[in-house]
């Protein structure tokens, strides 16, 4: 039997699934504070295509209620987000692993996801976040300090530290890979 102690030593969807109800009452001040330091970072044009990896109960969607968004969520929130009726929104509950899209991304949003996906899978997993993204576009990943995840070899045009996450900006006018 898993415990919930430890979300990195057990499968994260298991975990996301046993906090869900209770997400927004542990983390939505933190969560929204990381997402409007980012988008103060970043412009945002209301056409913009935004893509968001990892999106949880949807805190980044309703943040953007005039983008079109689509927001992938492996766990049993991503029904939170549909449950919330946004208009704009087109929710995917998958990994991102295992999302496929022809689409690309003006902006893909990875926020505290990365550390929860396995270490074996972290770098491909960067590389189709990469390929999601637009020429031109950008590309936004956080990780938890602690985790001691660094993508500085991936030459990004900003990074620094919001609340408990390093952040990543990377602009897709050269590929990482």
């Known amino acids: 039997m898993h ?32 997402i409007q330091f980012i988008l103060s970072k970043i412009k ?17 969607e309703s943040m953007l209620p005039k983008n079109e968004i689509t927001a992938i969520e ?19 509950k998958k990994r991102i692993q295992d999302f496929v899209s022809d689409r690309k991304f003006d902006i893909v949003f990875c926020i505290t996801v990365l ?12 590389k189709k976040l990469f390929d999601l993204t637009a020429e031109n ?5 956080s990780v938890l300090k602690s985790s001691n995840i660094d993508l500085s070899s991936l030459n990004p045009v900003e990074s620094g530290y919001i609340e408990n996450d390093r952040y990543f900006i990377f602009f897709n006018n050269v590929k990482a890979f």
């Open 44 to 60: 945002v044009k209301d056409s913009d295509r935004l893509l968001d990896a990892g999106a949880g109960t949807g805190i980044l």
């Open 115 to 126: 550390q929860d996906i396995e270490e074996t899978d972290r770098k491909s997993t960067i």
């Open 137 to 141: 576009g950008r590309l936004i990943i």
């Open 3 to 34: 415990t919930l102690q430890n979300p990195t030593k057990m499968d994260s969807i298991i975990y996301y699934n046993s906090i869900g109800e209770s997400y927004e009452s542990l983390y939505l001040r933190e969560q929204e504070n990381k």
């Open 74 to 92: 492996p766990s049993d929130m991503a029904n939170m987000i549909v449950k919330k009726g946004f208009k704009n929104v087109s929710v995917v």
